[in-house]
């Protein structure tokens, strides 16, 4: 019997905008924000900064699996200080540094009992020249009898938000985090991860 699994790993910025995070501009004539999502954890949230979907499928002839990359849009905000006058600029970064391989594989009398994929995360504002980049690297091992384990690390801005679900159920919670600061978008690895859940 096939057993199927999504999962989605998300960063989003909870706020409706953001400092820029480099301040490209002079700051007294100008001010530069970045739009965020203006949300909290949401299971079916379609607004985020990079997303990562994962699918997997055990069956007797052993198991498949995909990933799909996704960016939001970035929107910056630029503001004249004098006169109040504003103006946007918009973009979408590529999805070329959001990738997924396959690490560890077993096979148990022709059917797969587990994948470990490694999934990075290296995507910056498009708009911005230099911008530090959202960042994780993780190891996600996806287990036939339902066991997820999550570790790795991440940067400690934005918010990350991993869910999992089995064949059409609900999308449960694997691991969620709340951001910092936004000068912990700057610098690699954070915060540290490692959590396991049983889906089924």
Known sequence: MAVTFALKIMTFIKDAWVPSPLQILDGVSYKSELKGDNRGFQKEATSFRTAQYITMEFNNNGGT???TPRTGESVERITTIKNGNVRERKATAGTENITAKVIASSLTGGAGDYYTLSLKNA???????????INYAFNLTVRKNGTIT????????PSYEVYARVSNGGWQTIYQFNQKNLIDLFGD????VNVTRDIL
């Open 65 to 67: 699996w995909n990933s």
């Open 189 to 192: 690895g954070d915060t540290k």
């Open 123 to 133: 995507t910056s504002i498009p708009l911005i020249p230099g911008a530090p980049k």
């Open 150 to 157: 999550l570790e790795g690390e991440h940067d400690g801005f």
